[in-house]
């Protein structure tokens, strides 16, 4: 992030307007969010975990000893420590450490985010309300609620 600093901007005529007006909107999308269910997550996705999709994470659930549940979303969690008891919507930022690995056991990323969480993936927008702050979840997910059919960075396309 780069800091800019200037002495003295003059902002006039319909120009003005235009960014009273855009912070305005701003303000207004910021607490009608708060506001209304738009926090909350809509059953909007769907279990697109194919057979072998499925059979693979269940493996990988075996191999790792996951004594693991089933969401809806198809995707397969074990809840180590539940956390506190109200847990994050899609309005709120969080903050969480987390290591990313492939079903063959390659690690592709890790380490500490803060984000939006509607800015995450589908994923993890489904996963991270399952624990409350200080919780820790195993997530497996189906590449649906990941990258898809996208190939992104060192994460091959159609990975669970």
Not at 41 to 67: G, P, R
């Amino acid at each position: 992030m780069s800091i800019l600093t200037q002495k003295t901007t003059k902002i006039i005529g319909f120009s003005s307007i235009l960014a009273i007006f855009a912070l305005i909107f701003v303000i207004s999308l910021n607490s009608s969010c708060a506001k209304s269910n738009a926090c909350d997550l809509k059953a909007s996705y769907t279990n697109d975990a194919n057979a072998a999709q499925n059979t693979a994470m269940v493996a990988f659930c075996t191999t790792n000893n996951i004594t693991y549940s089933t969401h809806p979303s198809g995707i397969l969690y074990q809840i180590i420590t539940p956390g506190a008891a109200s847990k994050p919507n899609l309005c709120e930022t969080i903050s969480m450490t987390y290591t990313g690995t492939l079903l063959n056991g390659t690690k592709f990323d890790a380490g500490t985010i803060s984000y939006p969480l509607s800015q995450l993936i589908v994923g993890w927008q489904i996963a991270v309300p399952l624990i409350g702050k200080g919780g820790r979840i195993k997530v497996v997910l189906p590449s649906s609620l990941g990258y898809g059919a996208q190939t992104t960075g060192p994460i091959p396309a159609n990975s669970p």
